[in-house]
């Protein structure tokens, strides 16, 4: 082989290398990824709180909520609007696009497009096995902002969900 022969098959082998390994490197956190176990989950939320569904909206996949306890991750405003993962995953309730306003949530919103968003793999009733043990016992009430999009923390980079899974094992 003659020395460009080599440089381009090295060229090939990284940009293939490279292409392979993007999926994993842009992943987000498990739950974005797919239905994991709530632990595994709230081990690393960056923010979690228990919220009741207001209103679905089915034509855009959004809902509106109304936090009730910030358990971590605050300052979080009393009303949400967050994108609607996995619709036609919800409870019967939800799915339908008319939610149970008395039912309370565990949610752990994760960033899917820019925005946060909650599906059923992000969002438990508060008995699921292995949710109540992430319960921090001393919770903090949510800021009266107003209806907003999201949360007021930022945006969930890959750097932040690294910092919140390993704050979340010192945690546990």
Do not use: Y
Request: proline fraction near 9%; hydrophobic fraction near 45%.
């Amino acid at each position: 082989m003659t020395g460009t022969a080599v440089r381009r098959l090295l060229v090939a082998v990284i940009a293939g290398g490279l292409c392979a390994g993007l999926p994993v490197l842009t992943a987000g956190p498990a739950a974005a990824l797919s239905c994991v176990a709530p632990a595994t989950v709230l081990r690393d939320a960056e923010q979690v709180f228990t919220a009741r569904f207001v209103s679905v909206d089915l034509v855009t996949d959004e809902a509106v909520v109304e936090v009730e306890d910030v358990w971590w991750g605050g300052p979080v405003d009393d009303t949400l609007t967050l994108a609607l993962g996995l619709p036609g995953w919800w409870d019967g309730t939800v799915a339908s696009g008319e939610p149970d306003t008395e039912w309370l949530w565990v949610m752990a919103p994760v960033m899917e497009r820019g925005r946060p968003s909650v599906n059923p793999c992000t969002a438990w009733s508060p008995e699921t096995p292995g949710v109540g043990r992430f319960d921090p016992g001393t919770v903090t009430p949510p800021t009266s902002a107003g209806t907003t999009t999201g949360t007021t923390t930022g945006p969930i980079t890959w750097w932040s969900a690294l910092l919140a899974g390993l704050r979340a094992s010192l945690r546990v």
